[in-house]
């Protein structure tokens, strides 16, 4: 019999739930993190998410909505550490997460959530102190990154794969977005088949809906019958967005009458490595001669990416790596189809020819190739719209988190009669 979990502590060391997607390290993390609380604490789960100060000014406690309480932990300067420096702040964080508890009646959390091998690391000292399930989600994982790196882009360091190492180690349950990324767990990090379950993460479906294209482009500055090509995300070489300048270099070489129709919108900020060169993407742009076609979006509140996505004629998700890939869900729940590299979770994230194309590889010819098979087959494109709607229902995020109490309850219970 599965126990009933009433309240688990939530680590996300390294970038808050409450930063705006799309800047410095926050992404679709950062969504995946606050949206399952959020979904939890509507199941009658109430969740303390901690987080690293990065501002005096934060309150102690900031709460998100009832039931998500959101801890600001003082670890580290407020100001200029980057991921990799702050390895070295996790004593100063983990003290604080366990001094917060102790303040607490015995029992306060019936687990623990961490989110990213940083966060795993604080998670797997507060399971043995509190006795109670570490559950894990990778996110990313070194290996794979390392395995499929970009052009330019460096290695991940040596520490983090054996921080993630001793995570998986030391983990309880391990959550994997899709059954790829299970294996990847079982065979690159030797996690134990039986720790490892796979749930999927979800979009919000009430907020990333269709909308009235012709209003949305007009609000947007949009011309009505343009082909939009959107990127969305955080500018950095693991998310390529160069891979979809460089295809639309290429379709306008072969079809130069497009130019005018043609509007290429970047919606993000530099992180990263790319912020070692924040206008490369800018500069490329010229070099490729499309800069009159590229627009440059700083990132922008959830509401705003949805009519984003809801007026664009597709989203290209061109990353080396997604261990999901919650824009191209995001995307197509609006009814727009999507264009991605199929690596990582993104083939599960996309049915190629129903919600979207798949593209092997980031030659920008191919790339180019299935750009051009949209915006020139309004038969094809109509039929992608559909199904990109119909692929979306299949995710949501109340879905998410009753699967993932169970697991909770699942990992707690064998924790209890010594199996896990």
């Known amino acids: 019999m599965e126990d009933r979990v009433s309240r688990v502590a939530m680590i996300s060391l390294h970038t808050s739930p409450l930063d705006q997607p799309g800047i410095g390290d926050a992404g679709g993390m950062n969504v995946y993190v606050l949206e399952l609380a959020r979904r939890l604490a509507g199941q009658g789960v109430e969740v303390d998410i901690f987080t690293r100060a990065t501002a005096s000014r934060l309150p102690t406690v900031v709460e998100a909505e009832d039931g998500v309480l959101v801890r600001h932990i003082h670890a580290g300067p407020f100001e200029g550490l980057s991921k990799n420096d702050l390895p070295g702040q996790l004593c100063a964080f983990a003290r ?41 989600s990778m996110h990313t994982m070194a290996k794979v990154k390392n395995a499929a790196l970009a052009e330019g882009d460096l290695p991940e360091p040596a520490a983090r794969v054996i921080g993630e190492e001793q995570v998986v180690s030391a983990a309880d349950t391990l959550i994997a977005n899709t059954d790829l990324e299970a294996r990847q767990l079982i065979e690159l990090y030797a996690a134990s088949p039986h720790a490892v379950e796979v749930v999927h993460p979800g979009v919000d479906l009430s907020l990333f809906r269709p909308q009235d294209k012709a209003a949305v482009r007009a609000e947007l500055g949009l011309p009505l019958d343009a082909h939009v090509l959107l990127f969305a995300g955080r500018i950095q070489p693991l998310k390529a967005p160069d891979v979809l300048l460089r295809a639309v270099h290429a379709l306008l070489a072969r079809r130069p009458g497009l130019r005018s129709q043609l509007v290429v919108p970047i919606v993000g900020g530099p992180s990263g490595t790319g912020l070692d060169r924040p206008e490369s993407l800018a500069a490329l742009a010229v070099d490729l001669g499309i800069s009159d076609v590229v627009r440059f979006v700083p990132p922008v509140s959830q509401a705003e990416l949805a009519r984003w996505y809801a007026a664009a004629t597709l989203v290209a998700v061109p990353s080396y790596n997604e261990s999901f890939g919650l824009v191209a869900v995001e ?77 909770y309850s699942r990992a707690g219970a064998a924790l209890r009669q010594g199996v896990a």
């Open 96 to 136: 604080e997460v366990l001094r917060t508890e102790a303040a607490q009646p015995l029992g306060h959390y019936d687990a623990v959530h961490s989110h990213y091998w940083l966060s795993g690391q604080v998670g797997a000292l507060a399971r043995d102190r509190w006795g109670v399930p570490l559950i894990h």
């Open 331 to 407: 995307a197509q729940a609006t009814g727009t189809p999507v264009v991605a590299a199929a690596v990582g979770g993104l083939p599960t994230a996309v049915r190629h020819e129903r919600s979207g194309l798949l593209v092997d590889g980031h030659d920008p010819q191919r790339w180019a190739d299935s750009l051009t098979r949209i915006i020139g087959d309004d038969r094809l494109r109509l039929s992608l719209e559909a199904g990109a709607l119909e692929h979306a229902r299949d995710f949501s995020w109340e879905a998410t988190a009753e699967a993932m109490v169970a697991a």
